[in-house]
């Protein structure tokens, strides 16, 4: 367990917006729609879980940001790691400081503010700053935070790295002497570089190397036009539904369908949350006693006392073929084979 100075330290530079996280699964990213504790972070720090958290808040602000440096046009580890350095230097030159964390593939460079910023300034200025192809993660999309586990293999440390890509044997000095930047000292890189552009030092963009930014899930392309992506297809979850065949599969489906239930949400309910006669289900939060109050739809009534014949209150309402609670893993692979039966064959 991570020491509570330590645990209130990556708190204060990470939890900005509380209200939603990622959390893997194991083979894919969930959403979760509720309260980012200290008992999840501490959960990721010891590595039993990997979430991810969210830059902005509803206000527009936010106190951190990371830029991701990957392969985006099947740049060499090399490469990557030039651009990461020189990035680094161009922040340095206006005395921003930022922080170098393992990525799996790739690294993800850290900035911190020292209170809330408006998202569109800042976004703005961090994008001159970039050497060349990087993700910018400063909005409502989430990334992965720090000193977990790398989704893809936990046997990964993501830790923070010095210059030399090393990483940092003192990991919890490192993040107690992390210091965010303060407001100043973003209004004189603005007007630094309005003032004096040479400072920011950018790779020369060639034929084959452009120059790319992600912002917030949109590509920015320079020297090249923009491709437009295809939609999908909307998904027909009634349909899903009815070509279902095995009741259990049908009901879960029900549930994340009709009910808007979450996987996680499914596979925790006990017969004791259950109201029937009401018509109400009670979902416990992630911490403590809370719970939040759904109306069970009516059609779904008779297979809600199907389920919860002869079982006691502490019992689970659904269970696997092996009589023990489902696998988050399990429910999603439960949907993605029933909205692939409606798919065309080819």
Known sequence: MPPEELLMKYCSLFIHNNLI???HTGSTWLTENREVTQYLIKKHLERQIVIGLCPQKEDGTVKWAAIDFDAHND?????????????KENLKKVNIDSHIEQSGRGYHLWIFFEEPILRNRVERLIKQFIYHSAELYIGKTKIRIPLGSYQKDKSIFCGFLDDNFKLIQNQE???????????????????????DKSLIKIKPISRTKKRIIKVNQKWFTFNK?????????????????????NPKHKFILQLLFDMNLSPQEIRNIK???????????????????KKKVILISGHLITTFKGYMKDKEPKDLL???????????????????NSINKLAPKK
Do not use: H
Not at 77 to 86: A, C, S
Not at 225 to 243: A, L, R
Not at 325 to 336: A, H, M, Q, V
């Open 21 to 23: 996280y990622i959390i």
């Open 271 to 289: 017969i004791k949350d259950i109201s029937p006669n009401e018509q109400i289900l009670k979902i416990t939060k992630f911490k403590g006693n």
């Open 318 to 336: 659904l269970m696997s073929n092996r009589g023990k609670r489902y696998n988050l893993r399990t429910i999603e692979k439960i949907r993605e």
């Open 173 to 195: 000095r490192y993040l107690m002497n992390i210091k965010p930047t303060n407001i100043q000292i973003i209004r004189y890189a603005r007007q630094k570089i309005r003032i």
């Open 75 to 87: 740049e060499s580890i090399e490469e990557i790691q030039e651009n990461l350095l020189k990035t």
């Open 225 to 245: 036009e923009k491709k437009e992506t295809p939609k999908k297809p909307e998904i027909d979850k009634k349909k899903v539904i009815e070509i279902t065949i």
